[in-house]
């Protein structure tokens, strides 16, 4: 079974930047869209950014402009660069496929940001 490990995450104050990085236990190039979510407190879920193989990219209209999405296939590793943060980006953040396989959840990294 695929194992994904999302670190990173940390406490910062609006404006400033972090870099998640999701490690996963099998080669991910086999997997055409990667992904990560997030979820705040009392909220359901949400896609924030997806990666095709070849570097093709969306994103919530939320973070357009400040996340980039990247995947290093070669080292099995999805990132989310995120930059300016906002008091609403703070929440867990998930990697997983997209879609989404249940079984594949890992705990996620916490992002908080402050004013």
């Known amino acids: 079974q695929v194992q994904l490990v999302e670190s990173g995450g940390g406490l910062v104050q609006t404006g400033g930047s972090l870099r998640l990085s999701c490690a996963t236990s099998?080669?991910?190039?086999?997997?055409?869209?990667m992904a990560w979510y997030r979820q705040a407190p009392g909220k359901q879920r949400e896609l924030v950014a997806a990666?095709?193989?070849?570097?093709?990219?969306n994103y919530a209209d939320s973070v357009k402009g400040r996340f980039t999405i990247s995947r290093d296939n070669a080292r099995n590793t999805v990132y989310l660069q995120m930059n300016n943060l906002k008091l609403e980006d703070s929440a867990v953040y998930y990697c997983?496929?997209?879609?989404?396989?249940?079984?594949?959840w890992g705990q996620g990294t916490q992002v908080t940001v402050s004013s």
């Open positions: 997983n496929t997209r879609p989404q396989r249940n079984d594949y």
């Open positions: 099998r080669s991910i190039f086999t997997i055409n869209i």
């Open positions: 990666i095709a193989t070849g570097g093709s990219a």
